[in-house]
């Protein structure tokens, strides 16, 4: 039997690293996923219900052994829509707990994990934010790591969804991780996504929503043709997109369909709706969340698939 790949999940969400493993059949422990929110944790557990429960936890004091390090911290701080706050150590914004993953790997003492993953919002290399990101890379240079970051979008991975976020791959080997080398996918069409089945929680009735069809700028409305934009932790305030129904209304995109958008199962979905139903007739927002501030699956498989083999011949 193969050796099991053992993954920390930080910041984990739903945990897309780890259903990303379990697509591709890699024998996979997670030995620890720190999540702060709650509703995150219950879809997370009912999805991989299988395996012990963890609890909200906070992101201190390990004494683990992964093999690969995931974290994903919250990007509204590195993002415009967050105001481009930034990322200081000892600051106050959620994207400062990327730190805190620094201090997790010093502590780990001599073994450290072979690969550490990060993934965040392109404009994490703006030049507001260029500053913080360097010295995230220098300060993983000093752990001896060997540092590589692309821009990856969902739609080069069979996803039909234009979203753009920067990988960061560190390994302790000594060599660059080559994006290049990465499988894409084709893409599959739109229509592979959609469903017919929606309520009338997502017909599109909000005003601001409609006066901005067809605009341009920040406060826009993009009807949806043959691929969907960035899906985000809301889909009902702009800038928004929306599908053309027939009749001349217009509706948002269903939270299943955003689940599918990311690259999850249908089981995976209602595996997270059973732990988080919503009531009859409204939108699940803690679903549409959960969706929108995940990482696309296929993207996480295409990377495993080039490290995972690595990690057999080291042991």
């Known amino acids: 039997m193969e050796k099991q790949i053992k993954i920390l999940e930080l910041f984990g969400g739903i945990g897309s690293p780890r259903v990303a493993l379990r697509n591709l059949g890699i024998p996979v422990k997670a030995i620890d996923y720190v999540e702060i929110d709650e509703k995150a944790v219950r879809s997370y557990n009912a999805m991989f219900q299988k395996e012990l429960p963890y609890k909200t936890q906070t992101v201190v004091g390990y004494d683990l052994k992964p093999d690969i390090l995931i974290h994903g ?7 415009i829509a967050g105001h481009q706050k ?5 600051s106050e914004t959620r994207s400062s707990l990327m730190w805190e993953t620094i201090n997790i790997i010093k502590h780990m003492g001599e073994w450290k994990p072979r690969y550490v993953i990060w993934e965040n919002v392109k404009n994490v290399l703006s030049k507001h934010m260029i500053k913080n990101f360097n010295r995230y890379l220098i300060e993983m240079e000093k752990m001896g790591y060997t540092n590589s970051f692309e821009i990856l979008n969902a739609m080069d991975f069979g996803i039909p ?3 753009e976020r920067v990988f960061t791959i560190s390994s302790l080997d000594g060599k660059k991780f080559d994006f290049d080398t990465l499988e894409k996918g084709e893409l599959r069409p739109l229509s592979m996504f959609l469903s017919n089945d929606y309520g009338k929680q997502h017909i599109v009735t909000q005003p601001s929503v409609l006066s901005t069809i067809g605009h341009t700028g920040i406060k826009r ?9 960035t899906i985000t932790t809301r889909q009902d305030r702009t800038p928004a997109q929306v599908i053309a129904l ?3 209304r217009y509706r948002y ?8 958008l990311m690259g999850y199962s249908d089981q995976d979905y209602y595996a997270a709706l059973k732990a988080n139903p919503n ?12 969706a929108g501030n995940s990482i696309c699956v296929p993207i996480f498989e295409s990377i495993f698939n080039k490290i995972v083999p690595h990690l057999y011949e080291k042991h």
């Open 73 to 79: 911290s919250p990007c509204q701080d590195f993002s």
């Open 86 to 90: 930034g990322a200081d150590e000892g």
């Open 161 to 163: 969804q234009s979203r």
């Open 221 to 229: 409305t993009t009807v949806i043709k043959d691929h969907v934009y």
């Open 246 to 248: 027939s009749d001349g």
């Open 253 to 260: 995109l269903t939270e299943l369909e955003c689940w599918r």
């Open 279 to 290: 009531k009859e007739g409204k939108k699940n927002t803690a679903l549409y969340k959960q």
